[in-house]
């Protein structure tokens, strides 16, 4: 029986770093995202290839209607294009990720995570903020985005 404990204790503190890993993984991108036009050349360069070393091959993104992008299941070249677009078109953009809740699927291939997304983009007047869910896989000892869904609200 104290075996049995043991090996669950276990089970559940590599459960709780995973979840750990994913939250600092999510936050990390929120960050990535963001930019300014203070921002060094050096920085700027590199802005489109960090974003998508977050995210796997193909995602699927589900948005409400008028919302970019228009493309519903970019790859990670396509999201790369995509964030370089971004960052030529407007002086900077604010992202914050807020309230992320992760479920671990065992084995930890698979995670869901809750979010709340506060989006900025500089000269605007408000915020975006949306509720998500984004689900993630595993590759290669790394947590990849493969889903971003809006939560309509009623669904929580």
Do not use: C
């Amino acid at each position: 029986e104290e075996r049995n404990e043991e090996r669950q204790r276990e089970e559940g503190d590599a459960q709780t770093r995973e979840i750990r890993r994913i939250q600092k993984r999510l936050q990390s991108l929120a960050e990535d995202a963001t930019f300014t036009d203070q921002d060094h050349p050096f920085e700027r360069l590199a802005y489109h290839g960090n974003l998508a070393s977050y995210f796997a091959d193909t995602v699927a993104i589900d948005l409400p209607a008028g919302q970019p992008p228009e493309n519903r299941n970019p790859t990670k070249a396509e999201i790369e294009a995509g964030a370089a677009t971004i960052r030529n078109a407007y002086r900077g953009l604010d992202v914050k990720f807020m309230d992320i809740r992760v479920s671990v699927d065992q084995p930890p291939v698979n995670a869901t995570a809750y979010l709340t997304s506060k989006i900025y983009f500089a000269g605007d007047s408000v915020y975006t903020i949306q509720e998500l869910r984004v689900g993630l896989v595993k590759q290669e000892g790394e947590w990849l985005v493969k889903r971003i869904e809006a939560v309509r609200t009623m669904e929580q």
